[in-house]
């Protein structure tokens, strides 16, 4: 089944405590993505990448950093995390017609 | 002013009725028009794309674009409880990061 998986689904952690949200496709996508979405805003580009070791910004880059070492994977990474990171995060891949979307992952932040 | 504007709701329908979500938006330059439909804890899935204007059906669901007015619409016919959802439009130029509205609230009532 072609499918994004990630993980964690649910995940609560402290000011400054460094995590990673793992995103991982099966379906040979060049085009990767992350998002977060929040009440009112929609969803918004965090970070993105066209192939393996090229990524580039998004809209809301600030405070995330991502890497491409193999075209199936793409993690988020939080190096210190902060309260107003406190979202439902979303990875993507693109297909000629649109984007297959994790299941996502809510991301709390005390 | 936001790229894509989408009301967003709740859009409360009795089972049967027929469903309209809209949205507008100020890129002259979109082509590519999608609508996700996202259920509660869920990742948005894609439901309909079309490119440049006109109407595509599919089912219950029919999209429509009017370019010359910058009006995007999903139309649900004979909707079921099922369809409450969270629908989100999206669109971009080609290969750039899709575009999102905010999304509306869907409830179909029995």
């Known amino acids: 089944e072609a499918q994004v998986t990630q993980n964690p689904r649910y995940l609560i952690t402290v000011t400054g405590k460094k995590l990673t949200v793992t995103c991982s496709q099966n379906?040979?996508?060049?085009?990767m993505s992350w998002y977060r979405q929040d009440p009112g805003l929609g969803l918004r580009q965090i970070y993105y990448?066209?192939?393996?070791?090229?990524?580039d910004k998004g809209d809301v880059p600030e405070g995330y950093k991502v890497s491409r070492k193999e075209k199936r994977n793409f993690p988020l990474i939080l190096e210190s995390p902060s309260p107003n990171q406190t979202s439902l995060y979303f990875c993507?891949?693109?297909?000629?017609?649109?984007?297959?979307f994790g299941s996502g992952t809510r991301l709390t932040v005390v | 002013q936001k790229e894509v504007e989408q009301d967003p709701g709740p859009l409360s329908v009795p089972e049967g009725a027929i469903v309209s979500l809209n949205c507008t938006y100020s890129?002259?330059?979109?082509?590519?028009f999608m609508w996700y439909r996202q259920y509660s804890r869920k990742g948005p899935e894609l439901l309909m794309y079309?490119?440049?204007?006109g109407n595509k059906e599919d089912g219950r669901f029919t999209a429509q674009v009017d370019k010359s007015s910058k009006y995007i619409s999903l139309f649900i016919r004979d909707s079921q409880p099922s369809d409450s959802a969270t629908y989100l439009c999206?669109?971009?130029?080609?290969?750039?990061?899709?575009?999102f509205g905010t999304g509306t609230r869907l409830l179909v009532s029995p």
């Open positions: 993507a891949s693109r297909h000629n017609y649109g984007y297959t």
């Open positions: 379906m040979n996508h060049e085009y």
């Open positions: 990448s066209m192939n393996v070791e090229v990524t």
């Open positions: 890129n002259s330059a979109f082509q590519y």
């Open positions: 079309t490119y440049s204007s």
């Open positions: 999206a669109m971009n130029t080609g290969f750039q990061k899709l575009v």
